[in-house]
């Protein structure tokens, strides 16, 4: 392969590596935001239920927590950084 094209080929690399990287950190950032919002309307939603549970209009379901994918998210662009500017 001649040089150029290796030359153009790492480019074309490089900048999709640091678009991934941009990308998780636009994704995270997007999550952190609703998870804000979330918490500003999580009182309103659980006096709700509170109330519709008052009145016996509905049963209590069952609490569980997801995978942190804020935290993954950041965690591999840090990894990927790391990766590219070595």
């Known amino acids: 392969m001649p040089k ?3 030359k ?3 480019y ?3 900048k999709l590596r640091r678009e991934m990287v941009s ?3 636009r994704a995270a950032g997007e999550l ?3 998870r804000r919002a979330n918490g500003e309307l999580a009182p309103k939603a659980d006096a709700y239920d509170t109330v519709r549970q008052i ?3 509905l049963p209590q379901p069952a609490q ?3 995978e942190d994918l804020v935290w993954r998210f950041r965690n591999r662009a ?3 950084r790391a990766e590219f500017d070595s």
């Open 12 to 14: 074309e690399l490089d």
């Open 55 to 57: 009145l016996r209009l």
């Open 32 to 34: 952190e935001g609703l």
């Open 4 to 6: 150029e094209d290796e």
């Open 8 to 10: 153009n080929l790492g």
């Open 78 to 80: 840090a990894a990927l």
């Open 23 to 25: 990308l998780l950190d």
């Open 64 to 66: 569980g927590y997801g």
